[in-house]
């Protein structure tokens, strides 16, 4: 597919550039793909190898970014503060991704025609680079200079703000930019600032974990973030602070920002992106679990004058689809009232005398009751029809009625769970307006009984 290939090609462009195989299939996984597929999954593996053994053999087999080795046990002390930096680091990506948007905002108000925003963006960079040059560039030498801890307070301090505004403005003009690197360079500089106060763990100990913070918290990619800082540094004693930080700035953007920073993109676009991450109801709930019991049969040897007379007096005569069962409960077959309005206006003696085991579709859908729902919802597509019976298997046995509007309320209830669960940690519901568009669809929302 033409979605796989371009990100097969990313993903080999991210390996060549870092030297980063297993970090750029996460990344398109988490990011790009959103499954895991084999059909999606194997074209991007082999992408990135090919393109990290080609990139070896050219470049070199060492890290990127070489760092000093780590001591692999660390205190409790190291600990709390790989857990301050994943919480400033959070703050910080949360105000990265809205100062980006908000110079798109910024730039979409202008009275001038969008052609022009690049050029504005270009002069602001030009005057960033005039004012602190080392925040120009993809800022490799800064990156191994931060690691290394190589670079002063004044050197810090400008490649954080400097780069910020610059990247800010250049992603919100439309001009050519980066993600990966920017915030490589700014997760640097911070964990430089947070490495004056915080214990210390060795040289760049706390840059690297700031910078692994940094993208699991703007991309929203934590896994990715681990992996990359240990691709990029080869420095495998590091694992266990990458995660905390990582996991708690990724946390933090979640709670507070409802997309990442790439994600908002593509909502702005009127995109949806759908992550399969999630159980679907309809493979966990059975036909059982939402079938209706409390339907009303026919027998099989009554007339169909018989039945006109109880349809006129049975309270649930709006029932569409009737099933037709023998002495025993064993399903015959089904009948439609559109059925029975077509043979109610023949109003003829031999059409009124008529069986109802002769009148009834045969070639019945039906399913079983530890049948998936999404196997129910297939089989209801192929066949066009909106409710199946549910027998028992072997024996045909009725047992109850399955429609799509209990799918529906199956699927409906799974997700009201899933808010209110989310609810208890969006910290953006408890804010002043905070979730009053949510409350406002959920008081909308009607309970409405639905004809089997």
């Keep these: 597919e033409r979605k796989t290939l371009l990100v097969a090609g990313a993903a080999g462009g991210m390996s060549a550039t870092f030297a980063s195989p297993v970090a750029a299939v996460l990344l398109a996984v988490e990011l790009l793909l959103f499954e895991w597929k084999p059909r999606s ?5 082999l992408a990135s ?3 990290v053994v080609v990139r070896r053999y050219i470049l070199g087999f060492g890290p990127l970014f070489p760092v000093p080795e780590h001591p692999l046990h660390i205190g409790p002390a190291a600990l709390l503060g790989c857990a301050l930096v994943g919480l400033l680091a959070g703050g910080l990506s949360a105000l990265l991704t809205v100062s980006v948007y908000a110079a798109e905002d910024a730039f979409q108000k202008l009275p001038i025609h969008w052609m022009w925003w690049p050029m504005i963006g270009g002069l602001a960079i030009g005057l960033g680079g005039m004012i602190f040059p080392q925040a120009l560039g993809v800022g490799y ?3 191994g200079a931060l690691l290394q ?11 954080l703000l400097v780069k910020w505004f610059i990247w800010a403005v250049s992603l919100g003009s439309g001009t050519s930019g980066g993600v990966l690197a920017p915030l490589l360079m700014m997760g640097g500089a911070l964990g430089g600032l947070e490495g004056m106060f915080l214990p210390n763990e060795g040289t ?4 690297l974990i700031s910078m692994g913070a940094i993208l699991g918290g703007t991309m929203r990619s934590p896994f990715t973030s681990i992996i990359f800082a240990f691709e990029l540094t080869h420095d495998a004693n590091v694992f266990l602070p990458l995660l905390v930080g990582s996991v708690i700035a990724h946390a933090f953007t979640v709670l507070t920002l409802k997309r990442s920073i790439l994600t908002e993109k593509v909502a702005r676009r009127g995109y949806h992106l759908s992550r399969e991450y999630a159980v679907d109801p309809l493979e966990i709930l059975f036909a059982r679990d939402v079938m209706r019991t409390k339907v009303a049969v026919l027998p099989a040897g009554s007339t169909l004058r018989e039945f006109q007379q109880r349809l006129r007096s049975d309270h649930r005569q709006s029932q569409r689809l009737l ?3 023998d002495d025993g409960g064993i399903l015959v077959g089904v009948v439609t009232r559109g059925d029975f309005l077509k043979l109610f206006g023949q109003g003829n003696d031999a059409a009124q005398s008529r069986r109802l085991r002769e009148l009834v579709r045969k070639e019945t859908v039906a399913v079983f009751p530890d049948e998936p729902l999404r196997s129910v919802v297939y089989r209801m597509a192929e066949k066009q029809v909106t409710r199946v019976p549910v027998i ?3 024996t045909r046995k009725f047992l109850g009625l399955v429609a799509l509007d209990d799918l529906l309320k199956a699927r409906a ?3 009201e769970e899933e808010e209110r669960r989310e609810r208890v940690l969006d910290l953006r519901f408890f804010l002043p307006g905070g979730g009053a568009q949510e409350r406002e669809e959920a008081s909308e929302q009607t309970e409405t009984p639905a004809t089997p």
Excluded: M, S
């Design 323 to 325: 099933p037709v069962v």
């Design 204 to 207: 760049g100990f706390w840059p």
């Design 149 to 159: 801890g190589a670079v002063t307070t004044k050197v810090i301090l400008g490649v």
């Design 41 to 45: 999954l194997i074209p991007v593996a």
């Design 413 to 415: 209830r799974h997700l």
């Design 141 to 143: 030498d800064t990156i």
């Design 392 to 394: 028992e298997p072997g």
């Design 49 to 51: 190898t090919v393109a």
